[in-house]
């Protein structure tokens, strides 16, 4: 793998989000609204060996996301629990800087500040999302297992019950 974290090879299927694609994520999305549309937050890339869904495989994928914010909120992927919630899955820095924000099902958040070479465990029932905090791409891997899924609903119904903001060039979480 190439220290910028592409990935090569079949089967390699690509995603992105924009800026239009994320309602609803951000605190203010009056201000989400005002901006470019189009503008790409962040891009996954994923190796599939096996089908998703099936029991005993493991999928791969690098996620890039780009530096900025809407207001004081750092851009940061949407976030989801597993469909199969007893699921866990490893993420780690390859490059720039960055935040895991972390949820259990009691809604009790914290974040792990993420680097390369950082490596963090995602435990089973709890719900995920990286936020970039740096003024460069952010870059991290994670490694799942096949039939975990994702369960975007949750999260789209009901948020986490923090954000990670920007108070003073610093990040903190707050809660909400």
């Known amino acids: 793998m190439p220290a910028d974290g592409a990935l090569t090879g079949n089967p390699i299927i690509e995603s992105q989000k924009t800026i239009g694609q994320l309602k609803d994520i951000f605190l203010d999305e009056e201000a989400r609204r005002q901006m470019d549309q189009n503008k790409t937050v962040y891009t996954v890339r994923a190796f599939l060996p096996v089908e998703p869904g099936t029991e005993g495989g493991l999928l791969f994928g690098i996620t890039a996301i780009e530096p900025g914010a809407i207001n004081e909120e750092y851009f940061m992927t949407q976030g989801h ?42 435990p089973a029932h709890t719900a995920h999302r990286v936020a970039n905090t740096g003024h460069t791409q952010l870059v991290f891997g994670a490694c799942w297992p096949s039939d975990a899924g994702h369960n975007y609903e949750e999260i789209k119904k009901n948020g986490f019950s923090c954000r990670l903001l920007n108070k003073n060039g610093k990040p903190q979480l707050i809660k909400i």
């Open 81 to 122: 629990f597993h469909e199969v919630s007893n699921r866990a899955e490893y993420y780690w820095g390859i490059k720039g800087e960055g935040a895991l924000i972390l949820m259990d099902q009691e809604r009790n958040c914290h974040a792990e500040f993420m680097h390369p070479g950082s490596l963090h465990y995602i």
